[in-house]
């Protein structure tokens, strides 16, 4: 082990840049709460915009009435979903809640399907799919 990477605690992840200066990185879980998010459309419906930044509340919940989870309009034919974290993160993996019900109490689990996530430091500047 390097001899910096001793002073990382042991929640820490000892990182050595390019310029070969060593940094502890803290490994944090839930990134994206409450940070900007936007989307392609935004479903309106009975009063409710389903946001993008419903997706970022801290509310897991998957009933989308109970929950308020974001959605697209129906006829997106090209949706996204995206969120900004507002600095450089190294990012290990990335954890979605699908929708479970919808309004009439239907499952629509299968709905997010083929899904891509993409990380990259701005929108036209993306790299590991």
């Given at each position: 082990?390097?001899?910096?990477?001793?002073?990382?605690?042991?929640?820490?992840?000892?990182?050595?840049?390019?310029?070969?200066?060593?940094?502890?990185?803290?490994?944090?879980?839930?990134?994206?709460?409450?940070?900007?998010?936007?989307?392609?459309?935004?479903?309106?419906?009975?009063?409710?915009?389903?946001?993008?930044?419903?997706?970022?509340?801290?509310?897991?919940?998957?009933?989308?009435?109970?929950?308020?989870?974001?959605?697209?309009?129906?006829?997106?034919t090209n949706p996204w979903w995206l969120?900004?974290?507002?600095?450089?993160?190294?990012i290990r993996s990335v954890r979605i809640?699908?929708?479970?019900?919808?309004?009439?109490?239907?499952?629509?689990?299968?709905?997010?399907?083929?899904?891509?996530?993409?990380?990259?430091?701005?929108?036209?500047?993306?790299?590991?799919p």
């Amino acid at each position: 082990m390097n001899q910096e990477c001793l002073a990382c605690s042991s929640d820490d992840q000892c990182v050595t840049l390019s310029s070969k200066k060593v940094h502890c990185v803290r490994a944090v879980s839930n990134l994206a709460l409450h940070k900007p998010a936007k989307q392609s459309s935004t479903l309106k419906w009975a009063g409710v915009a389903y946001s993008a930044n419903l997706a970022v509340d801290g509310n897991n919940g998957t009933d989308f009435v109970v929950d308020l989870c974001t959605s697209t309009e129906g006829g997106d034919t090209n949706p996204w979903w995206l969120v900004d974290l507002q600095a450089m993160y190294s990012i290990r993996s990335v954890r979605i809640f699908n929708r479970g019900m919808d309004e009439w109490g239907l499952d629509v689990s299968d709905r997010l399907r083929n899904a891509t996530v993409i990380v990259g430091l701005t929108e036209s500047d993306v790299n590991t799919p």
